[in-house]
């Protein structure tokens, strides 16, 4: 066994955030049936923050907020801890679908959305390690450099100055995002909103998978495994698990991402690399890494590789890949040779919801009674609440700023049935590897992928 496979194999194959005594003990499951003004499906930041936004606008609102496994168990417990402001996974991708006047709209909304997240966890006191420190997007190959930024507070680094920041010999220029993106531990932050839909009158239960919904007379209905809900009003944040609404289950496809998490840094190793300002970190190419530090000084380093399996498999087996646990460690390397040798502590993986567009999607259905919030495609640690607040509005009927959005407005494009879906899918992956093999020239597939509104380049 070479040094890369041991120390990949000594890590715990599970979410560093979610490892730990500070996790809260498991609530109940459902009782037996029930009613409610207010059903909210799903533990994750979709259906925490309906629930605790819920519960603000009208405490007197009965909520119920239902939960298949535990809370934060899937994508809130195991993503990066960026909670960016971009509503649209980039200005560059909102600007090629939506227009500048949309887009300059949906910036805006979305520092906002980032703000209140920030006064949120300050107002309630959530310990969820809330830095706003920004994101650098590096340069590793000359053709990513920029020569210009003109979005409000970004600033321009060369080589010299982004490696002031943080020290890697394949960082050749960068842009700093000073305001757009807060690095959080996700799970603590999700039992903290928990805590604070608790402490607000939201009654959670888990263990308790929703497995039908249905219209029955001025109500809907949740069957579950231990007992019917009958609720006034339903918000889904189901993710990318199959939708309760079957005309759904095409927009959506899991794509999978995996992580390492080093062991913590001794202050010599920190100070080899510098990282004095804590920001978070990604990549510029098609096939990108992001990293950033824990609050005990741990590098998380994920993402590059994007895993479709055929069928839209959703299975626990697909969360442990050597092969790319062992890509990301050899990536490690290159990037720090400072730290040659360094222990990784956890790896894991996980599904993203992706939708053709690359950003969120909302909608309602049976008469304004059910809303939807879904495709966030890996940048939904922020866009949830926002997402949430949408459903809360289109389940009152209410015409806001946020519902008039093409978020809400107009939806992607639903992916092709198999073996289609999986041709065009693995067809992009191998295209996008080769533009970042060829100075980022897209070939023909990616072009026409582009002129019909489905492009994406990250």
């Known amino acids: 066994m070479d040094t890369i496979d041991a120390r990949i194999s000594t890590a715990r194959r599970e979410s560093f955030w979610l490892d730990t005594p500070a996790r809260p ?12 003004e207010l059903a909210v499906v799903g533990g994750g930041f979709s259906g925490l923050w ?3 936004l819920a519960k603000e606008a009208d405490p007197d609102r009965e909520v119920l907020l239902l939960e298949g496994g535990r809370i934060a168990w899937a994508a809130s417990g195991r993503n990066g801890g960026f909670c960016a402001a971009s509503l649209t ?7 090629s679908r939506f227009g500048a006047a949309a887009q300059d709209e949906l910036d805006r909304l979305g520092m906002a959305n980032l703000d209140q997240i920030e006064e949120t966890v300050r107002r309630y006191g959530i310990d969820c390690d809330f830095e706003r420190t920004g994101e650098i997007d590096v340069a590793t190959e000359s053709y990513q450099l920029v020569e210009e930024v003109t979005e409000p507070g970004s600033v321009l680094l060369d080589r010299q100055a982004v490696r002031a920041e943080l020290d890697s010999p394949t960082f050749l220029g960068g842009v700093w995002d000073r305001r757009g993106v807060a690095l ?7 039992w ?5 839909a608790e402490r ?4 959670i239960v888990e263990h308790t998978p ?16 231990h007992g019917v809900v009958h609720a006034q009003r339903v918000a889904l944040g189901t993710n990318i698990f199959p939708s309760l609404l079957r005309r759904l289950r095409l927009f959506c496809v899991p794509v999978y991402d995996h992580v390492l998490m080093t062991e913590p840094l001794t202050d010599e190793q920190l100070a080899s690399i510098g990282w004095q300002h804590r920001q978070g970190f990604g990549d510029s190419a098609n096939q990108f890494h992001y990293y950033r530090l824990s609050a005990d000084n741990r590098i998380l380093w994920g993402g590059y590789d994007a895993v479709y399996h055929y069928g839209r498999q959703l299975d626990a087996a697909h969360d442990d890949r050597p092969e790319t646990f062992r890509k990301l460690a050899e990536h490690f390397d290159a990037t720090f040779p400072q730290l040659a040798g ?16 690359f950003c969120a999607f909302f909608g309602s259905a049976y008469d304004h009674r059910v809303a939807y919030a879904l495709g966030y495609t890996g940048l939904g640690l922020g866009a949830t609440r926002f997402g949430a607040q949408v459903m809360l509005d289109l389940l009152d009927g209410r015409d806001t700023e946020r519902t008039r959005t093409p978020l809400v407005q107009t939806k992607p494009l639903p992916f092709p049935p198999e073996p289609l879906a999986s041709i065009g899918i693995q067809t992009t992956r191998w295209s996008l590897a080769r533009a970042d093999e060829n100075a980022g020239k897209r070939n023909l597939w990616l072009r026409s992928l582009d002129r019909l509104g489905l492009g994406f380049d990250s």
């Open 192 to 196: 903290g909103l928990a805590a604070v």
């Open 184 to 190: 959080v531990d996700p799970a603590k932050l999700a």
């Open 89 to 95: 996974h980039g200005r560059d991708n909102g600007l």
């Open 210 to 225: 929703v497995r039908e919904l249905r219209r029955h007379d001025h109500e809907i209905e949740l069957r579950t495994d």
């Open 200 to 203: 607000l009158g939201v009654r």
């Open 25 to 36: 003990a498991a609530r109940a499951a459902l009782d037996g049936d029930t009613s409610t």
């Open 50 to 52: 309906a629930a605790v």
């Open 342 to 357: 360094i222990g990784f502590s956890h790896r894991w993986g996980g599904a993203i919801d992706t939708c053709t567009r």
